[in-house]
């Protein structure tokens, strides 16, 4: 005897619930949006969430934790900058100043610039992701 419906899914069954608790101003906001779309509640959710969703997860730690890390080398890096601009004046007035000072002072102007660099990069990667 054969059953007469929609025949069994073979994959793509959903099995699996998550149950979300919203305040009346949340769940009034999906119910606007479910009429605007004419789209089912859970449709909606699973949309908004899985296809929309994953542009606005941030794991904020991680990237505080690179800004401060980034900030401490930018800080250790300048403070580099000015000891070795301070000590090359004193030189080059005593007219002592010599290559391998100057050479230390552009190497750690280079890593100064690289982590500030960097640093830009982040802040304009967390805007972007915070104002998207």
Avoid: C, W
């Avoid at 005897?1 to 305040?23: A, E, N």
Wanted: charged share 35%.
């Amino acid at each position: 005897m054969r059953y007469k419906g929609r025949p069994p899914l073979v994959s793509g069954k959903r099995v699996k619930k998550i149950d979300v608790r919203f305040t009346h101003e949340e769940f009034e906001l999906i119910l606007q949006m479910e009429q605007s779309s004419g789209m089912k509640k859970a449709d909606l959710i699973r949309r908004k969430l899985l296809r929309e969703g994953e542009r606005l997860l941030v794991d904020s730690k991680a990237v505080m934790n690179s800004i401060d890390g980034i900030g401490l080398e930018l800080s250790k890096a300048g403070n580099n900058v000015n000891q070795l601009a301070r000590y090359a004046n004193i030189l080059n007035k005593d007219g002592l100043l010599s290559a391998v000072v100057v050479d230390r002072f552009l190497l750690e102007l280079r890593k100064y610039n690289k982590i500030k660099m960097e640093l830009e990069r982040l802040m304009r990667k967390l805007i972007r992701l915070l104002s998207s």
